[in-house]
């Protein structure tokens, strides 16, 4: 019985390992040339400059809606030029804002319509589609609510559409408005660093498909129709329009130096919320476009694999959360297995399917200008939050294998710019599901097996244990008692008198 528990256990972790294996695959590819994009200078005349249409999908965004639509208003593009279209499916007091705002930025001579629809139907592709069907932008920008555009941002993305007619979408890198909120904000960012600063960069660098991340980026119209546009077959539109698209044969480029500031999510059910969507959405996508994929003939080879292994990555939180049940039974098989074959796994457990997942991790913190020492001190807490969220996103991934349909659910925010503000008090709380019992029950198990390995003297193995201990208990106990976790940092920050992040709002940047 310790035999088969170990090799379940090691087969679990093999299959893991290939995950790791193509984080290395990516960072290889980063070493590649930057590929020459097309770029053609703006006209001297504004009133020759291009239609550009700015498309805000918002729902029951009271707290940041009104900041997105100032940001909007301040592009610098030619007022003659620019049409704005505020996309409002609320049904709250975020309706009244927008209207007076909107009215008062139209008294002011900007191009701005707020568009409200009867119902909800196809929720944000759905608005998207609704209001491209009126919109006469040449190029189509699209910004969430929770997003605060740069002055110049058209001005630096659209001379690469220009440059390129083969060139279909133009995607902005996220940063993070309120990144030292919290150890969780950190976090987040660290993973968001990672997927736009190694992923996008490596794809692109390899010919390989890029995604188009829902929001900050600027669409080349005609290439949105040439895809039969938005569908709400899936809950990540953003991906399922990306790959149809591609499979076109119209590339996209990613600009690393073109950074939007954005807020995270400020706790933790809404974030586990928004991770279930992209989890689950990413599997509908695969079910849709998996099989066309492989059977269209311009697409090559390495284009396929990469792009199902895009599509098909979140398969290993499955894997995570079955190797998730074992920790305590293996954590008393392996001390009457045999030490030789043992050690030889777990070193293939910490060179294979470690390091290059913290490599990876480590080398995007470095890409987008962090420092070395605070980054090492992270990687280990990321890691751990990675494993917390393997029941939550397993449950996406099995819900999308399955077939099971479900309404998208929005990430609320709350207008948290300095580490001082918070969250409590405020309205749209996140749901909360009863997952939190199992993580908590994983945790506490898996804290368990790293005392029966330590007492064994198993400390690498136990090692990989207090991983599964911290992150689940840490995502178990901040989703049972989401202001618990909310008001001691709160305390801790006024106990420590910390300064306001004032640096984080954004401003123009000119180049």
């Given at each position: 019985?310790?035999?088969?528990?170990?090799?379940s256990?090691?087969?679990?972790?093999?299959i893991?390992s290939i995950?790791?294996?193509?984080?290395s695959?990516?960072?290889?590819?980063l070493l590649?040339?930057k590929?020459?994009?097309g770029r053609k200078?703006?006209?001297e005349d504004?009133l020759?400059?291009?239609?550009v249409?700015?498309?805000i999908?918002?729902?029951?965004?009271?707290?940041v809606?009104?900041?997105?639509?100032d940001?909007?208003?301040?592009?610098?593009?030619?007022k003659?030029k620019l049409e704005?279209?505020?996309?409002?499916?609320?049904?709250?007091?975020?309706?009244?804002?927008l209207?007076?705002?909107?009215?008062?930025?139209?008294?002011?001579?900007?191009n701005?319509r707020?568009i409200?629809?009867k119902?909800?139907s196809?929720?944000?592709a759905?608005?998207?589609a609704e209001?491209?069907r009126?919109a006469?932008?040449?190029f189509v920008?699209i910004f969430d609510?929770?997003f605060?555009?740069?002055a110049?941002f058209l001005?630096?993305?659209?001379p690469y559409?220009l440059g390129?007619?083969g060139?279909?979408?133009v995607?902005?890198r996220w940063?993070?408005?309120n990144r030292?909120?919290?150890l969780?904000?950190?976090?987040?960012a660290?993973f968001?660093?990672?997927?736009?600063?190694?992923?996008?960069?490596?794809r692109?660098?390899?010919?390989?498909?890029?995604n188009f991340?829902?929001?900050?980026g600027?669409w080349?119209?005609?290439a949105?129709?040439?895809a039969?546009?938005?569908?709400?077959?899936?809950?990540t539109?953003d991906?399922?329009?990306?790959f149809?698209?591609?499979?076109k044969?119209?590339?996209?480029h990613?600009?690393?130096?073109?950074?939007?500031?954005?807020?995270?999510?400020?706790?933790m059910?809404g974030f586990?919320n928004?991770q279930?969507r992209?989890?689950?959405g990413?599997?509908e996508v695969?079910r849709k476009?998996?099989?066309?994929?492989w059977h269209?003939?311009r697409?090559?080879?390495?284009?396929k694999?990469?792009g199902?292994?895009h599509?098909l990555n979140?398969l290993?939180?499955?894997?995570?959360?079955?190797?998730?049940?074992?920790?305590l039974p293996?954590?008393f098989a392996r001390?009457?297995a045999?030490?030789?074959?043992?050690?030889?796994?777990d070193r293939?457990?910490?060179?294979?399917?470690?390091l290059?997942v913290l490599?990876y991790?480590?080398?995007?913190q470095l890409?987008?200008?962090?420092?070395?020492i605070?980054s090492l001190l992270l990687l280990?807490?990321?890691l751990a939050?990675?494993?917390?969220?393997?029941?939550n996103?397993?449950?996406?991934?099995?819900?999308g294998?399955?077939?099971h349909r479900?309404?998208?659910?929005r990430?609320?925010?709350?207008?948290?710019h300095?580490?001082k503000?918070?969250w409590?008090?405020k309205t749209?709380?996140?749901r909360?599901?009863?997952?939190?019992l199992?993580?908590?029950f994983?945790g506490l198990?898996a804290?368990g097996?790293f005392?029966v390995?330590a007492?064994?003297g198993?400390?690498s193995?136990?090692?990989?244990?207090?991983f599964f201990a911290?992150?689940?208990?840490?995502t178990?106990?901040l989703s049972?008692?989401?202001?618990?976790?909310?008001?001691l940092?709160s305390r801790t920050w006024?106990l420590?008198g910390s300064?306001?992040?004032?640096s984080l709002?954004?401003k123009?940047?000119?180049?």
């Amino acid at each position: 019985m310790a035999a088969i528990l170990l090799i379940s256990y090691y087969g679990l972790f093999a299959i893991l390992s290939i995950y790791g294996m193509h984080r290395s695959l990516l960072l290889f590819r980063l070493l590649r040339k930057k590929p020459r994009i097309g770029r053609k200078e703006l006209p001297e005349d504004p009133l020759a400059f291009p239609m550009v249409t700015i498309q805000i999908p918002i729902y029951n965004e009271r707290y940041v809606a009104t900041r997105l639509v100032d940001a909007v208003a301040k592009l610098d593009w030619p007022k003659e030029k620019l049409e704005i279209q505020v996309l409002d499916d609320s049904t709250d007091e975020t309706v009244a804002l927008l209207a007076e705002l909107c009215g008062t930025l139209r008294a002011k001579g900007l191009n701005l319509r707020h568009i409200r629809r009867k119902d909800r139907s196809g929720f944000k592709a759905g608005a998207l589609a609704e209001g491209l069907r009126e919109a006469r932008g040449e190029f189509v920008a699209i910004f969430d609510a929770d997003f605060l555009p740069r002055a110049d941002f058209l001005k630096r993305s659209i001379p690469y559409l220009l440059g390129d007619e083969g060139l279909g979408l133009v995607q902005g890198r996220w940063e993070h408005l309120n990144r030292d909120h919290s150890l969780l904000t950190r976090l987040q960012a660290i993973f968001l660093d990672a997927h736009f600063a190694i992923e996008h960069q490596a794809r692109e660098r390899a010919g390989h498909f890029l995604n188009f991340n829902g929001t900050a980026g600027v669409w080349r119209r005609s290439a949105i129709d040439a895809a039969d546009g938005w569908s709400h077959e899936t809950l990540t539109e953003d991906l399922d329009l990306s790959f149809r698209v591609q499979m076109k044969g119209i590339r996209f480029h990613y600009m690393h130096d073109l950074g939007v500031p954005a807020e995270l999510p400020a706790e933790m059910n809404g974030f586990k919320n928004q991770q279930h969507r992209w989890a689950k959405g990413s599997i509908e996508v695969a079910r849709k476009l998996l099989r066309p994929l492989w059977h269209c003939d311009r697409i090559r080879l390495g284009a396929k694999l990469e792009g199902s292994m895009h599509l098909l990555n979140n398969l290993a939180y499955l894997v995570v959360a079955l190797a998730s049940f074992l920790t305590l039974p293996v954590a008393f098989a392996r001390g009457s297995a045999n030490p030789a074959l043992t050690v030889w796994a777990d070193r293939y457990l910490l060179g294979i399917g470690l390091l290059p997942v913290l490599s990876y991790f480590f080398i995007a913190q470095l890409l987008v200008g962090k420092k070395i020492i605070p980054s090492l001190l992270l990687l280990p807490a990321a890691l751990a939050l990675g494993i917390g969220l393997s029941i939550n996103n397993a449950k996406a991934v099995l819900e999308g294998l399955l077939g099971h349909r479900s309404a998208f659910v929005r990430t609320p925010k709350y207008r948290i710019h300095k580490t001082k503000d918070s969250w409590i008090g405020k309205t749209y709380a996140a749901r909360k599901g009863l997952g939190f019992l199992l993580e908590i029950f994983l945790g506490l198990e898996a804290l368990g097996a790293f005392w029966v390995a330590a007492w064994n003297g198993c400390w690498s193995m136990g090692l990989f244990f207090l991983f599964f201990a911290t992150g689940y208990l840490y995502t178990g106990i901040l989703s049972a008692s989401p202001t618990f976790g909310e008001r001691l940092r709160s305390r801790t920050w006024t106990l420590l008198g910390s300064h306001t992040n004032a640096s984080l709002i954004p401003k123009s940047r000119v180049g």
